[in-house]
């Protein structure tokens, strides 16, 4: 399965400088089954976001995920994870110059079970 979904939004700015802030966003997720249950999926998202009509505050985001995850019962399943986020901030103005850059990695093992 495959789904790619855009959007783009314009909404009051709370941070930064008065105005309203455009966002564009792009997103994939590709998910594959493959044997006896096992199922792979991967998404990826990007975002940029920029104050508007003062074009002095700027955000990027990106975050991608990668599930393996396996059912070992009718009822217990497993999922292992990997997520990726990329955040940038950036503010230029008289008063106040500079970014903000962070980027984090997590992996994450859990066993879910479900009462039927």
């Known amino acids: 399965t495959a789904t790619i979904t855009l959007s783009r939004t314009i ?3 709370i941070f930064g400088t008065l ?21 792979l999926t991967g998404t990826i998202n990007y975002a940029h976001n ?5 074009r002095s505050t700027t ?9 393996l995850s396996y059912p ?10 990997y997520d ?8 230029s ?4 110059t500079g970014s903000f ?4 990695s997590a992996l994450t093992l859990s066993v879910v079970f479900t009462w039927k």
């Open 11 to 13: 909404s009051p700015s």
């Open 19 to 39: 105005g309203a802030l455009v966002s564009n966003t792009v997103g994939v997720s590709v998910g594959h089954s493959l044997e006896r249950g096992l199922r």
């Open 50 to 54: 920029q104050s508007t009509p003062v």
């Open 59 to 67: 955000f990027e985001n990106m975050t991608s995920q990668l599930l």
């Open 72 to 81: 070992l019962s009718r009822t217990i399943s497993t999922t292992l994870a």
């Open 84 to 91: 990726y986020t990329r955040f940038l901030f950036t503010q």
């Open 93 to 96: 103005g008289q008063e106040l």
């Open 101 to 104: 850059l962070m980027n984090k």
